[in-house]
C-alpha cells in the first residue's frame, strides 16, 4: 500500500471552542505555514513519511524550508468572500490570485467561474509557485474541494498531472463526488465527467474516507476519535488497496493536540507490512480493486467521542471544517 499525506498549506490557527479544538483560517496567523508546516515536516521526517505541501500563492513568502523528500503542489482558493465561524470572521480566497489573475465574481468556489478564469488562476499560480520554489507543482487541491470538468480542462492545459480535491461520495452547495464510492482509488478522469475514469492525463487521487463519509484528517480526530481513523486505515488494509490518502491543513499542525494525533497514526500504519509512504505525484492509477465495506474494524473501534455527541452536530460542524 502507498500511503500520501496532503497537506493543504494555508493561515490560520487552532482555537477550543465549546470544548473541541478547530482550526481558524484567519490570515493574520502565520503560524499557520511559518510553524504549522516546519511542524509536519519534521513529523514526518521521524516517520519516513513524505509530504505534499499544496501551496496557496498567498502563503509562498511564508513558507519554511523544509529539507529534501517532501514535494510541492499548488492550493487555489478562488474568490473573495468573509466567512464567520462560531463568531469568528475571516476571509477566504487568496490575496496573491486576486491581485494577478482574472476573477470576475467572488465566489470563493472555483466551479462558479468560467473555463477561462480557472485556468488563468490555476497558471499564474503554478507559474508563482515555480518562482519561488524553483519547483514545479504537478499536484493540485481545489479550495473547498470546489471543481467542475472545465476545472479538470484547465488543469490538464496547464501541465498538472495529479488531482487531490476527492472527497468521494459527498455532494454540498460547493462541490459534487457524489458518483465515486466512499472508497475510491485513483483514476484517470473522464474528459466530459470529472467522476468517471477516462483517459485524460490527469489522475484523481481521492481522499480516503472513514465509513461515516468523513476524511481521514487529524482535524477530524475531535469528532471522531482517533480509533475510527485507524479502524479507516485497517478497513482499506484489509482489503489489499493500494492507496491511503490522508489529508489536513497545515493550521493543525500548530497544535499538540493534532501533532499527536497524526503521529499514532503514522505508528499504527508502520505496524502494517509492504506500506509505503509516498508524495502524491509518485502515484499511479489502479483498476480492478474491488473494495466492500468492513464494519468489524469501526465496530471494535467505537470510542466516547462517537457515543457523547449527536451524529446531526457532528454531521455540521465536519461540514464547516471541509469548506475551510
Known sequence: ??????????????????????????????????????????LADTHGAKVTFAVM???????????????IGLHVHAGWMEREFFGIRYQVGDSWLRAHSTQSVDSP???????????????????????????????????????????????????????????????????DWSKLPRICMPYYADPDDYQLRGNLPLLMVPISQM?????????????????????????????NLPVFHICLHSPCMTDPFFVDALNEL???????KDVEFKCTSEIEEHEGNSARTKLAPYLAAINKTILMRPLPRIRDVAGRIIRG
Open 266 to 272: 503514522l505508528l499504527f500504519i508502520r505496524l502494517h
Open 109 to 175: 468556489f472555483l466551479s462558479d467561474h468560467s473555463f477561462g478564469e480557472q485556468l488563468d488562476m490555476i497558471q499564474a499560480g503554478k507559474e508563482y509557485i515555480l518562482e519561488c520554489f524553483e519547483k514545479e507543482p504537478k499536484v493540485f487541491v481545489a479550495g473547498s474541494w470546489s471543481i467542475n470538468n472545465d476545472t479538470v480542462r484547465a488543469l490538464v492545459e496547464a501541465g498538472i498531472s495529479h488531482e487531490c480535491s476527492g472527497v468521494a461520495h459527498t455532494k454540498t452547495e460547493f462541490d
Open 211 to 239: 465509513l461515516v463519509g468523513s476524511s481521514v484528517n487529524p482535524e477530524h480526530v475531535p469528532l471522531w476519535g482517533l480509533s475510527w481513523l485507524k479502524a479507516c486505515f485497517a478497513e482499506y488494509y484489509a482489503q
Open 1 to 42: 500500500m502507498d500511503v500520501i499525506i496532503v497537506c493543504h498549506t494555508e493561515f490560520g490557527h487552532v482555537e477550543r471552542i465549546r470544548g473541541v479544538r478547530y482550526v481558524v483560517f484567519v490570515k493574520s496567523s502565520v503560524a499557520g505555514v511559518e510553524k504549522g508546516v516546519k511542524s509536519l515536516a519534521r
Open 57 to 71: 500563492p498567498e502563503t509562498a513568502q511564508n513558507f519554511p524550508d523544509v529539507g529534501n523528500g517532501h514535494e
